[in-house]
Nanobody, 122 residues
């Protein structure tokens, strides 16, 4: 069974940083076989794909809204995917989810966790 657990969210001032983690839960489930994406959902707004990392060559994708500020990475030894978020802005406030993605980084989200809240406010 595919289970993902997000962590690392919190309250941060504008310009600050957070690192989100996406860990695999459940026996026999290894993230390195999957394309993993991060998306976010803010109240009253549509879901937005933020970033993605492939399973094959480690290639990455970023939404224009976060390009240059966010970095996605994998640590296969820890079975974890990270999203380093720098220079955070109030408009980054949302619940952030990690998900397995079917096919490639432009595919559909298949499984996701419970999410972690990120609030950027002074």
């Amino acid at each position: 069974q595919v289970q993902l657990v997000e962590s690392g969210g919190g309250l941060v001032q504008p310009g600050g940083s957070l690192r989100l983690s996406c860990a695999a839960s459940g026996s026999g489930f290894t993230l390195d076989y999957y394309v993993i994406g991060w998306f976010r959902q803010a109240p009253g707004k549509e879901r937005e794909g933020v970033s993605c990392i492939s399973s094959s060559d480690g290639s990455t994708y970023y939404a224009d809204s976060v390009k240059g500020r966010f970095t996605i990475s994998r640590d296969n030894a820890k079975n974890t995917v990270y999203l380093q978020m720098n220079s955070l802005k109030p408009e980054d406030t949302a619940v952030y989810y990690c998900a397995t993605v079917n096919g490639n980084c432009h595919g559909r989200y298949a499984y996701w966790g419970q999410g972690t809240q990120v609030t950027v406010s002074s």
